[in-house]
């Protein structure tokens, strides 16, 4: 069976102390993995688009690995601002559905 | 260029009524997915619609429907509305076409609270 999940389940930093959030799969055939962050009561917001093994994606303080069977979302010297829940999802075929994870909830502490 | 937009963005409903949702995509965007999210399930797809027609289909029983328009609007109706319901139900639109599936863009989301 398809599936996503992600660990840990919550994270609680200091700020500028550095981190990896993780998100396993177990999908044949992986089209893409997308990153997502979200805000308490709005909708995810889009971070990036993982293809294949190896691929790497930055954006400000965040870089987004992929490996076959997983795929890291490093977080370096975090800000209050970047507290949110991230969420990993994934896509077996370009024309089926989008399988999200459960979601990490990072807190960063000033 | 606007993001997805979603109305109403709150809804107090009662046990056995109907309710339908709204919202709009991205300019241009084609495919239009619903999701539910609560905090024991997390996000739970719905359905997909592109260029008027489903493409894809979660879990859900019937009582779960919806349509997108030819301007690829879309809506969503939940009949005989049950506690359970109580969700903040989202849309993404996404530019996939014929080259296939690309990222999801969310709306804010519409909150639905069912007494």
């Known amino acids: 069976e398809d599936q996503v999940t992600q660990s840990p389940e919550a994270l609680r930093l200091q700020e500028g102390e550095s981190s990896s959030l993780n998100c396993s799969y177990t999908?044949?055939?992986?089209?893409?993995l997308f990153w997502y962050r979200q805000d308490p009561g709005k909708g995810p917001e889009f971070l990036f688009t993982?293809?294949?093994a190896g691929e790497e994606k930055e954006k400000e303080r965040l870089k987004a690995t992929l490996t076959k069977k997983e795929s890291f979302l490093h977080i370096t010297a975090p800000k209050p601002e970047d507290s949110a829940t991230y969420l990993c999802?994934?896509?077996?075929?370009?024309?089926?559905?989008?399988?999200f994870g459960p979601g990490t909830s990072l807190s960063v502490i000033p | 260029k606007a993001g997805v937009t979603q109305t109403p963005r709150y809804l107090i409903k009662t046990r056995g009524q109907q309710v339908t949702l709204s919202c709009s995509p991205i300019?241009?965007?084609?495919?239009v997915s619903w999701y539910q999210q609560t905090p024991g399930q997390g996000l739970q797809f719905l359905f997909e619609?592109?260029?008027?027609?489903?493409?894809n289909k979660g879990n859900f029983p019937g009582r779960f429907s919806g349509r997108q328009f030819s301007n690829s609007r879309s809506e969503m109706n939940v009949s005989t509305l049950e506690l359970g319901d109580s969700a903040l139900y989202l849309c993404?639109?996404?530019?996939?076409?014929?080259?296939?599936?690309?990222?999801?863009?969310f709306g804010p989301g519409t909150r639905l609270t069912v007494l």
């Open positions: 993404a639109s996404s530019g996939a076409g014929t080259s296939g599936y690309n990222e999801q863009f």
């Open positions: 999908v044949s055939g992986l089209r893409g």
């Open positions: 993982l293809y294949s």
């Open positions: 999802a994934v896509l077996k075929t370009s024309y089926d559905k989008v399988i």
């Open positions: 300019s241009g965007h084609r495919s």
């Open positions: 619609y592109f260029s008027e027609t489903q493409r």
